[in-house]
């Protein structure tokens, strides 16, 4: 085993290598760039380096490496883990890449050169045709509609479009084409036939130095959200054991196929209504998955010590024979995003994080209070991973983790994530990778309800907001808003503004000695509120609930059971009431997520209509179109192309025209 190994990553997965290499007993050498000074994964790695480059300098990383006497690199998955000339430039230097040789990744990195190296070994892929030999208008009409676009050099799902007709075809081709070179810098497509009702199904595969390939059984990843995954689990409900030994079988093809080494992931695409299907190659990933702890948990093996075996020169440690799958695994990804505004990405300074820690769950986090969370990189937060000896009690603590995982300071989709588990067909195991989008009205409703806060958050908050306005009045008595006045006592009106939405509430008295609340129309209540190191606990009527708690400045989060709430406090007849009271009508254009202002379609002085597009935010190569909020005239724009924009930052404002 090496004695020192640098990890080329940041976040969950620097902290996932970290923890393997420390069990090893191997010194650890982390790598961050500015943005991540003081970030978790640097600071648990015996040595760290700052890398004035980024994570995508090559040269910094091999520097960092040699000035630290490492002698392999583990490069976790994303940035430079698939990056051929990386492990070249390692092998140059004297490193051992923790990962498979620069030409098996080269051969599955083009998805037509994959294709077709897989399919002369026998494994079956679906029916399509690539640039640039092939017209792609040519080839969906031969195969058909509707047809999935692909970058040919991408993974991650982006660039990917269904077109369901000839006539979205060139629309979508050029959509792809510019996400492809913003994204890989090569703009190459194929094309492929859209596989009905289809199941996302990958095959984990392990190879040592030596010709050795063995399989580690499959992964299910069929709930994706934008062909991202969202929720994984092992083994499959669909696969039966004759199917899953042939889909195994041909994972081993494919990768001895290349002379692969390490750990990496044969992707397949399997027809839902054809039961026994050994699926579709689509693509091979030569890198640890992001889904790689459910495969972990059902095998008992940990896949890094095994990648790191392998870079080592060690052979196997077992055969096929002996890979014994045991119980059922299933993993959610706590993303920074709003599923309710598209699932776009959110970002902000995580105020309050609590994680589970019961039996059976674990948990691989790359952030704590006090992170940052931006733009710059993937806004997936942490995994929340569950074990159980059957499927059904897999879900149930998965679901009991999410209930009890708060981040405040942070919009994320905990509750989605529940609202998922509990739909009928997830829970059946009744799965396809088109569900979320067929069922995402459903699953929304029951995740947020109307978007209103609920009654017992919007008496919380106003109870929190009456305690600090008492707190803040000081020792005299006269200063006390307590309502006491000649006659019967007085109530506050509290008008509290979440994103979407404002709600009024009326409180009367002191809450942490007694007090009286009444949220909306609803009949006052007896209200009392504890407050303990970020947590309050509120009791309405006889009932208490408990909720975490933490301020950004006049903004007050509230989380419970995998929600969290971020609210804004008005009284009730102060200038900050009618701002509350705006919407959308107001004509400012604000920005829906942190990212880049990529192309300002219209200029000052511009008359526009209701929706009419106005410009195009960028985050993580996912495009955004800002549009028009009522007919009118562009009075102001701030937005520059180029420029980096906060979420909610103000883009534009739009006057009607008797206003301008």
Not at 347 to 353: D, F, H, I, S
Not at 542 to 567: E, H, K, P
Request: charged share 20%; glycine share 12%.
């Amino acid at each position: 085993m090496f004695d020192t190994v640098l990890v080329a990553n940041r976040g969950e997965i620097a902290l996932r290598v970290l923890r393997t290499l420390r069990r090893l007993g191997v010194r650890s050498v982390a790598v961050y760039a500015d943005a991540d000074a003081g970030a978790p994964h640097a600071a648990a790695a015996d040595l760290a380096v700052r890398l004035p480059g980024g994570y995508l300098d090559i040269e910094g990383v091999v520097a960092a490496a040699l000035a630290t006497g490492a002698r392999a690199v583990h490069p976790g998955y994303g940035f430079l883990a698939e990056n051929a000339a990386f492990a070249r430039r390692c092998a140059e230097a004297g490193l051992v890449f923790a990962g498979p040789p620069p030409a098996a990744m080269e051969a599955m990195a083009d998805k037509i050169r994959a294709k077709a190296t897989v399919a002369a070994a026998g494994v079956q892929v679906v029916p399509g045709g690539a640039e640039p030999g092939d017209d792609l208008a040519a080839v969906a009409e031969a195969i058909g509609y509707p047809v999935l676009i692909k970058p040919s050099a991408g993974g991650g799902g982006k660039g990917m479009l269904v077109v369901r007709s000839a006539g979205e075809l060139p629309q979508a081709l050029e959509s792809a084409r510019r996400t492809a070179v913003a994204a890989f810098g090569d703009g190459t497509l194929l094309l492929e036939r859209f596989v009905a009702n289809p199941r996302h199904i990958e095959i984990q595969v392990m190879a040592d130095s030596r010709g050795g390939v063995v399989h580690l059984g499959e992964r299910e990843c069929s709930l994706q959200r934008r062909h991202q995954k969202i929720i994984e689990e092992a083994p499959s409900p669909l696969l039966d054991d004759a199917t899953r030994a042939e889909m195994g079988a041909a994972a081993v093809r494919a990768a001895a196929a290349v002379g692969y080494v390490g750990a990496g992931t044969v992707e397949f695409i399997v027809p839902g209504d054809e039961p026994g299907h050994p699926g579709y190659f689509i693509e091979m990933n030569t890198r640890l998955q992001v889904e790689h702890p459910v495969t972990e948990l059902v095998t008992g093996l940990d896949l890094v010590e095994l990648q790191l075996r392998v870079a080592a020169g060690e052979p196997l440690p077992f055969a096929q024979g002996e890979v014994r799958a045991r119980g059922h695994a299933v993993e959610a990804r706590v993303y920074a995003e709003d599923p309710a505004h598209g699932f776009l990405p959110t970002g902000g300074r995580v105020l309050a994080l609590a994680e589970p820690g019961a039996t059976g769950v674990r948990v691989d986090s790359g952030v704590r209070a006090g992170s940052v969370v931006g733009s710059d990189y993937d806004p997936m937060l942490s995994k929340v991973i569950a074990w159980g000896p059957d499927r059904a009690s897999a879900l149930r603590r998965l679901d009991a983790a999410l209930r009890e995982t708060t981040v405040l300071g942070v919009t994320t989709n905990v509750a989605f994530l529940r609202a998922l588990l509990a739909d009928p067909a997830v829970a059946s195991g009744d799965l396809g990778t088109g569900l979320i989008d067929e069922r995402l009205g459903a699953l929304l409703a029951a995740a947020y309800g109307d978007g209103a806060l609920p009654p017992d958050v919007r008496a919380a908050a106003a109870l929190v907001f009456q305690d600090d306005l008492a707190a803040a009045a000081g020792d005299d008595p006269w200063d006390v808003p307590d309502g006491w006045r000649l006659g019967e006592p007085a109530w506050t009106t509290w008008v509290l503004e979440t994103r979407g939405s404002t709600a009024r509430v009326r409180v009367r008295g002191l809450p942490a000695h007694g007090a009286e609340v009444a949220p909306g129309d609803e009949a006052p209540v007896a209200a009392r509120l504890a407050r303990a190191d970020g947590e309050v606990l509120v009791t309405l009527d006889g009932v208490a609930r408990r909720y975490a708690c933490a301020s950004d400045g006049r903004t007050l989060w509230l989380g419970r059971d995998g929600q969290a709430w971020a609210i804004t406090p008005h009284v009730a007849g102060d200038p900050g009431d009618a701002a509350a009271a705006g919407g959308a009508g107001d004509g400012v254009v604000r920005s829906p997520m942190p990212g880049t202002v990529l192309l300002v379609k219209v200029v000052p002085g511009e008359r526009v209509t209701e929706d009419q597009p106005l410009l195009i935010v960028e985050a993580m190569k996912m495009e955004h179109t800002v549009t028009a909020p009522i007919d009118g005239v562009v009075a102001e724009l701030s937005a520059r192309a180029g420029r980096p924009v906060d979420m909610d930052a103000v883009l534009a404002v739009v006057r009607r025209e008797e206003e301008s």
